[in-house]
């Protein structure tokens, strides 16, 4: 502010102060031990979260006058009044305003305290300062009006308007008054923000005296409080002159991040203090409305504080707090699969509904890294029209091109997407004259609608809005110059949004030109991530055919898979404690998802002691391949023909037969024990073959493929060329990958090269690497009528700031790429002739991504990796991104996973999508037999692929999904008696349906059968 008009002002500060006096004798207890101390208090960092407790005496407080608490335990704190969440302290809120509690009766504080900030930051554990004061309202409100018109006069671009605000604050502080006496100066001057610092830090200081308050004199007060009448006059007619041209729609806001620089656990204490900080606004000002997303917060509230959720539903039925977003957490959009996406919905807006009676229609993603093509769709199938996101704003290279446009998804369904753009603090805004005028000008769609969105509050550690935020509310409409403010939910921004004019269109994903390494960091909690959504896919298709009821459980399981999907802690960019946890709940839903499989594998064997059942899942056909850690010597029971067997080098068994399973089907093979075992032939060289291919392993670790059918090398020269680069961004660590991040390090070489494997159903080499520290042993396998070379890494990784990529320099010619994204796929070029191109040096994809000519195509897949690229004819694929920020250790340790390089005629994709499912969807042997039928699903045509079948209140839910972009007539066949409806991704409406029945290009189809 204007430095004499503020110190002139700040003048006035001390005597909105009536009364101030310390609080002594509070309870102290750690756990330990219990004891009565006075600030300030020094307690054990270790100890947290620890407790303080104060009997609070009756008392009373005058019209126009506030009563609060100002408290500084020496960390986060919640308070609690009478046993109940009140408010919270942290380094935004030193102050708790209690004038509620002035009803004669006395009151029990308790305080739960963590000496940290609200980013994690570890805070002195001390306990500094207890107060009890008493606020003259109206003076308070005289000197936050003139900060405010100050603060007006100097953001404004009207220079004759803030030379006029300007003049008549002079005007108004050099008419008031105050004691300036030396005795009083001395009490005052050290409550006055404006020299208090200056007058502490000189060579010598005064004794100043302790302050419990100042009180004006009548008449001096009387005399401010009818000036500033006189002022308010001059500010009205201002007002008039210079009418507000445009509309800022306030919503109070917390984001709390469900973990990120702070465990989860932590996370649950922050909704705590977050809400209960919320709920007491809203008793304070009943203007005051609230948006909270991430219906795991509200579960979690409910269970930890049942009295508080209470209140929260009451707003809720008032229209002052609005659960939005209709996500079970605000989730990443690059790494969960379709299913898991829809699952985010379908729980959130479940709960939404359940505990509130009501859906949110507003998808709410302020701070997620990147979205997905086929998330407009699944919106719009939940019930939900909006999208609001702020995250592009940080683009790195181009700035987004709208802020108000309709977003297309893959199928052609369309959201209302709305970005605002405050330069301040994003998503956490404040409600002052700089932060209203700059998100303001910033709206660069004023043509369309004369509104734009902005939250309010402290947030990502959570903390929410303030007191002075919402004074500033109330003030700021009486101020010419800043747009009018308006305070209401997200959903009725929009429905107040008038329109005028057509809106742009646009049509693809949503790319963040910043954090591309969230694709790949942290490989190894995205690997079991994967693996628990695979594991809750066969769970529920195997549990649908059993008498026993798992879908409770089956509940439980993806609500701990869908929490870890949090934006902060599925793509990498959370502290160690973080990974800790959810390496040991991702496990856990894993091992039970297996354990529901063979309990209802249990109840549905019948018997068949010389009978070994295979189990197709997957929406296509398999080769007959599997592993078994035994040896059995197999026969198919119909046709008597023998399996191939080998015996694998880390000691198991793989069999084969030259046929196929069809998708969703079970075939029964006789077992006999008696045969021996063929030993197994010598092969030394580094060469493999099959009928389809031969492969060349050379001394460096690195291979060539000939395409014996097609007559033609697949790489230039070699491909799989490991390199490891140093990655040093200017700033996220384990968020981003450097630009010109290919210009570092080095190619690593093969430390040693030997097959290990030469049998009559496979061929493996063995490759081993070490650099800096890190071992990496790859094995090539090379399956019998297969064109598709398997690539089994182990990694043992103890590398700092560096990425792993392995490439691809193929023989195609395509300035296109295909890139699967779990619900179908998208098209991204392969120049970089665009400033957009350039910035898409990483991507995200699911299980496969490839490059195809018209002749012939070159696939990469994968059972667990998300970040690649395609440059010109140079596939990649990131395997490991080691930041050291906010886990120095991110990526340490051991790590599994398979990738595939699958070589076809011409540019058919079916095949492609095909062999990723075979990779990632192996048959399932069970021994004796099953009594469910040999086809248990029939889906025609082969264009879709099922993403769940499950028993849901003994109905069965299937979800089909089109991912080749065709259309045509689908037909399916079920061995359950009922009806079928088509029904939407919350199964709540339903239609009656007939197959054949018409099908669209990337639709997802569910059905219900009664």
Not at 303 to 313: A, H, I, R, T
Not at 347 to 373: A, H, I, M, N, T
Not at 938 to 947: D, G, R
Request: charged share 30%; with cysteine; proline share 5%.
């Amino acid at each position: 502010m204007k430095g004499k008009l503020w110190r002139m002002l700040s003048e006035m500060v001390p005597y909105t102060i009536s009364r101030k006096e310390k609080l002594k004798d509070w309870s102290f207890s750690d756990g330990s031990e219990e004891k009565t101390v006075i600030p300030p208090f020094e307690w054990n960092f270790n100890s947290a979260p620890v407790w303080f407790r104060k009997e609070l005496e009756p008392f009373s407080v005058a019209e126009r006058q506030r009563a609060y608490l100002e408290l500084w335990f020496g960390g986060e704190t919640l308070v609690l009044v009478d046993g109940k969440p009140y408010g919270e302290i942290n380094e935004y809120h030193r102050t708790l305003n209690i004038t509620l509690l002035a009803d004669g009766k006395p009151h029990t504080i308790e305080a739960q305290v963590m000496p940290r900030g609200l980013f994690g930051k570890p805070k002195k554990p001390v306990f500094s300062e207890a107060f009890f004061t008493i606020i003259d309202e109206e003076l308070m409100r005289v000197v936050k009006t003139l900060e405010l018109v100050i603060k007006t006069a100097e953001v404004i671009e009207d220079k004759a308007l803030s030379k006029k605000l300007l003049d008549i604050s002079e005007e108004f502080l050099s008419k008031i008054w105050i004691p300036r006496d030396t005795e009083t100066y001395l009490k005052t001057a050290p409550m006055d923000p404006g020299i208090k610092d200056e007058i502490k830090n000189t060579w010598s200081t005064p004794e100043f005296r302790e302050f419990f308050g100042a009180l004006l004199p009548d008449e001096l007060r009387k005399s401010i409080v009818d000036e500033f009448e006189r002022f308010k006059e001059k500010l009205k007619k201002l007002k008039e002159e210079h009418p507000s041209a445009g509309i800022v729609h306030l919503v109070g806001h917390a984001h709390i991040d469900y973990a990120w620089l702070w465990p989860v656990e932590e996370t649950k204490r922050k909704i705590l203090r977050t809400f209960a900080n919320s709920v007491l606004l809203s008793k304070l000002y009943p203007e005051f409305v609230y948006t909270q997303s991430s219906a795991q917060m509200y579960e979690d509230l409910k269970k930890n504080s049942p009295e508080l959720f209470e209140e929260v539903k009451k707003l809720v039925e008032e229209g002052r707090w609005e659960p939005v977003g209709g996500m079970w957490v605000e989730s990443d959009c690059n790494v969960p699969s379709l299913e898991s996406l829809i699952r985010q919905f379908y729980y959130g807006q479940k709960f939404f509904e359940k505990e509130f009676g009501k859906k949110s229609r507003v998808c709410w993603l302020p701070d997620v890294f990147g979205f997905s093509w086929v998330l407009p769709q699944i919106l719009r199938d939940v019930g939900i029209e909006y999208f609001v996101t702020t995250k592009l704003n940080w683009n790195d290279t181009n700035e987004f091109p709208y802020d108000l446009c309709r977003w297309r998804g893959i199928d052609g369904s369309e959201v209302l997407y709305f970005s605002f753009k405050n330069p301040n603090e994003g998503y956490n805004g404040k409600i002052d004259p700089d932060t209203i005028c700059k998100t303001w000008s910033n709206f660069r769609q004023k043509d369309l609608t004369n509104r734009v969105l902005l939250s309010f509050g402290h947030g990502d550690g959570g903390g929410g809005p303030t007191e002075e935020m919402l004074e500033n509310y109330r003030i700021m409409n009486q101020i010419p110059g800043i747009p009018h403010l308006e305070m209401g939910t997200v959903g009725s921004f929009f429905e107040k949004m008038n329109v005028d004019g057509d809106l742009p269109v646009w049509d693809g994903e949503l790319y963040l030109e910043v954090h591309r390494g969230t694709y790949t960091s942290q490989s190894r909690v995205k690997k079991l991530h994967k693996e628990a959504e695979d594991g809750l896919y066969l769970a529920e298709l195997i549990s649908a055919f059993s008498d026993r009821d798992f879908s409770e459980e089956i509940d439980d399981l993806w609500k701990a898979v869908l929490r870890n999907e949090f934006h902060d802690i599925l793509p990498g960019s959370s502290i160690r404690e973080v990974y800790e946890d959810a390496e040991k709940e991702l496990t856990f839903v894993k091992e039970r998802a297996e354990k529901i499989v063979r309990e209802s594998i249990d109840s549905l064997r019948v018997e068949g002691e010389n009978t070994l059942t295979l189990l197709n899942a997957s929406s296509f056909p398999k080769r007959f391949c599997f592993k078994l850690n035994e040896d059995l010597n197999l026969y198919l029971s119909f046709q008597g023909r023998v399996l191939l067997k080998q015996r694998t080098h880390d000691g198991k068994y793989v069999y084969f037969l030259d046929t196929e399973i069809a998708p969703f089907s079970k075939i029964e093979l006789e077992v006999q024990k008696s045969t021996i075992e063929k030993p197994a032939r010598k092969d030394e060289s580094l060469f493999m073959e099959n009928e389809y291919m031969r492969v060349e392993v050379k001394e460096d670790g690195t291979i060539q493929i000939y395409d014996k059918e097609l007559d033609r090398y697949i790489f230039e020269e070699k491909g799989n060329i490991l390199k490891l680069h140093k990655n040093i961004p200017p700033y996220w660590d384990n968020w981003d990958i450097a630009e010109g991040v290919e210009k570092t390090g080095y190619t690593l070489k093969a430390k040693s090269v030997e097959k290990v494997e030469f049998g009559p159903v496979r061929e493996v080499v063995r490759v081993e690497y070490e650099a800096e520290g890190s071992k990496i042993t790859q094995y090539y396998i090379l399956y019998r009528k297969s064109r598709r070379l398997d690539i089994e890494t182990k990694i043992d990784w103890h590398t700092r700031r560096a990425l792993l990529r392995a490439y691809f320099p193929t023989t195609v010619l395509s300035r296109r790429a295909r890139f699967d994204i779990s619900g179908g796929f998208i098209e991204r070029p392969t120049h970089r002739n665009t400033s957009f191109e350039k910035a898409r040096f990483e991507v995200p994809f699911h299980r496969w991504m490839d490059l195809s000519q018209t002749d012939f195509g070159v696939s990469i897949l994968n059972d667990g990796k998300y970040g690649g690229s395609v440059h010109q004819n140079v596939m990649a694929v990131s395997l490991i991104k080691a930041g050291i920020f906010p886990d120095f250790l991110c990526d340490e340790g051991k790590h599994e996973f398979t990738y595939s390089i699958y070589v076809h005629p011409g540019d058919d994709l079916r095949d492609v999508v095909r062999e990723a499912e075979e990779l990632n969807r192996p048959l399932l042997a069970v021994s004796g037999r099953l009594n469910i039928p040999s086809s248990f699903l029939e889906v025609s045509p082969q264009n879709f692929k099922l993403t769940s079948l499950r028993k849901v209140k003994g109905k069965i839910v299937i979800r089909l999904v089109e991912i080749f972009g065709t259309s045509g007539k689908l037909s399916i066949k079920i061995p359950w008696e009922g009806k079928i409806y088509l029904t939407n991704l919350l199964e709540e409406e339903r239609k009656e349906v007939s197959f054949p029945l018409s099908y669209r290009p990337f639709k997802i189809y569910t059905f219900v059968v009664e």
